[in-house]
């Protein structure tokens, strides 16, 4: 016998559900537009946003595992600390509601 999936258990699987929810964050769409001509370290971004390195850290990983953002490349710092300069993927999105799911349209970057 099957065991059906409930609708909380399938969102935690849509990448759209998931790239919804990481566009309705107001600290991911910071961080997601801020990187989108030029490159910034975590650190960069919570200075800038003053938004916790913690935090910063944890909506980078979630927005790299979209594929949303990249790592652009490592820079080294002069006392020899090697850092991710991240960038996004993404120039602009775009999200249509319609029944029975939105659309989200992506533009490259």
Known sequence: MKKKVSLSQ???????QKILEALADAQSRSILFSIIKEGMTASELSEKYRIPLSSV????????????????K????????????????????????????????????
């Open 10 to 16: 399938l969102k935690k699987y849509d990448v759209n």
């Open 57 to 72: 850290y944890k909506k980078l990983s979630d927005l790299e595992e979209l594929t949303l953002v990249k790592v652009d």
């Open 74 to 109: 490592w820079v080294l710092s002069e006392g020899g600390k090697k850092f991710k300069l991240y960038k996004s993927r993404i120039s602009r999105a775009e999200i249509s509601i319609r029944k029975p799911e939105p659309i989200i349209t992506l533009s490259p970057n």
